[in-house]
């Protein structure tokens, strides 16, 4: 059964940081690419960040803020969110794909799996 949990979601005043984590079980962890969504309130599912091995994307919102790493001994993926605005609250989600170009990435349709969301809260 294949799993990602996704965790570190929470309530921050509008500045601060968050660090999200993905934990993948019942794939090999390395042989798959991560990327990163969310959902405002009444808004459509948007890309945020991805990373295959090493290469990362992020979409301009949050460019410059937000950080996509991982650590396969772990299998495990973070997404590291600073400066924190009111615009980037929502669900965040992590899903796995594999043999797509980061370009490909931005698009939901090439995740295989999807992770339950953890909830994002940013308070003015």
């Known amino acids: 059964q294949v799993q990602l949990v996704e965790s570190g979601g929470g309530a921050v005043p509008v500045g601060d940081s968050l660090r999200l984590s993905c934990t993948a079980s019942g794939i090999v962890f390395s042989d798959f690419d991560v990327g990163w969504f969310r959902r405002a309130p009444g808004q459509e599912r948007e890309f945020v960040a991805a990373?295959?091995?090493?290469?990362?994307d992020y979409a301009d919102a949050v460019k410059g803020r937000f950080t996509v790493s991982r650590d396969n001994a772990k299998n495990t993926a973070y997404l590291q969110m600073d400066g924190l605005k009111v615009e980037d609250a929502g669900v965040y989600y992590c899903a796995v794909t594999r043999f797509f170009s980061l370009g490909r990435m931005r698009g939901t349709d090439v995740y295989v799996h999807w992770g339950q969301g953890t909830q994002v809260t940013v308070s003015s």
């Open positions: 990373i295959k091995r090493r290469p990362t």
